[in-house]
């Protein structure tokens, strides 16, 4: 059995379920990948996406789909992506081993 591209933790799945209850009807799920920008240099983005592009990778886990933009899947190898719940803030977080360097504020990284 290959590896999928990342992994979903329970809190990350059923946050996504929740999120998905409320999308916009022609919604068919989330869409990883990344961007240039930030201080370390690239960011996570995460969106919901409204048509399946050919080109996405889909991974299937703990009952939910998530789509990895075909240009990010290289980056996001073997992350495990996690939703953490905090007093004032929550938020997805990535838990990537290629990462060689996260800014300060948590919100970009270098591979």
Known sequence: MTKQIISLSESAANRIKE???VAEKNSVGVRVGVKSGGCAGMSYVMEYTKEINPNDEIIEDKGVKVFIDS?????????????KKEQFSSSFVFNNPNETERCGCGESFKI
């Open 19 to 21: 999120i998905m209850s």
């Open 71 to 83: 240009a990010a899947v290289m980056y996001l190898f073997g992350t495990e992506m996690d939703y």
